[in-house]
């Protein structure tokens, strides 16, 4: 069996939920780096391994490339199911996608590295600006997020029942970029209950940015 490759960047937020899920899964990986601010994901070596040049990128033991996170958390919870990411029920599945995609298609797309440096190049937005861009568009998908989370008789210790999944991956992932922002966490109580109940499972802390070979 050949190995598994993961190419990413410690900081990605998109990185760090498919480095919990391996390691929830406890799924042994190769950790490729390339420095986004660098620019090494722009670079040929890379493009031919991705041609988006985004990372996560993750290489399957196969040589199966995928791409895109949570394409990727899904194909590892298929491949190696336990533990799982996502309920067994229909309703549960789609409640649990529903949050994570709350994080990673509303909130994350309009906040990664690409869209902050094209505000600065493009639009001249100042450091301050871009701040209060990313304080803006985080608080804009966390309100509803919170008011569902509190008010769901399905919220339990984590954002679904009792054990972590997949909307906990992304929520966390979010949580850990919003403090390089400094972003008010305050009114946000059944988030922040969640994001410090995953931070005292080993996977989480394994795949935090700060404990990674690229770490700054």
């Known amino acids: 069996m050949s190995e598994i490759i993961l190419h990413n960047y410690y900081r990605s937020s998109t990185s760090y939920r498919v480095r919990i899920a391996l390691e929830m899964k406890g799924i042994e990986y190769r950790y490729v780096p390339h420095h986004l601010r660098h620019g090494e994901h722009l670079e040929p070596a890379y493009l031919s391994v991705n041609p988006q040049g985004l990372v ?59 869209v902050l440096t094209s505000l600065r190049t493009v639009f001249n937005a100042g450091d301050q600006d871009v701040i209060n861009w990313f304080r803006h568009w985080v608080n804009e998908g966390f309100q509803p997020l919170e008011k569902i989370l509190y008010s769901s008789p399905e919220t339990g210790k984590f954002c679904h029942g009792d ?8 929520l966390v992932a979010q ?42």
């Open 56 to 114: 996560p990128a993750l290489i399957w033991s196969d040589g199966t490339l995928l791409v895109q996170s949570l394409a990727i958390i899904e194909f590892l919870d298929e491949v190696a199911p336990n533990p799982p990411l996502l309920p067994q029920d229909a309703a549960g599945r789609a409640r649990v996608r529903m949050l994570a995609q709350m994080i990673a298609c509303d909130i994350h797309p309009v906040n990664n590295l690409r």
């Open 163 to 170: 054990t972590p999944g997949l909307a906990d991956i992304c």
């Open 175 to 216: 949580v850990v970029n919003n403090a390089r922002f400094k972003v008010d966490m305050s009114p946000y109580p059944t988030i922040s209950r969640i994001h410090a109940a995953c931070m005292e499972l080993p996977a989480f802390v394994r795949a935090a940015p700060q404990n990674q070979i690229d770490a700054e």
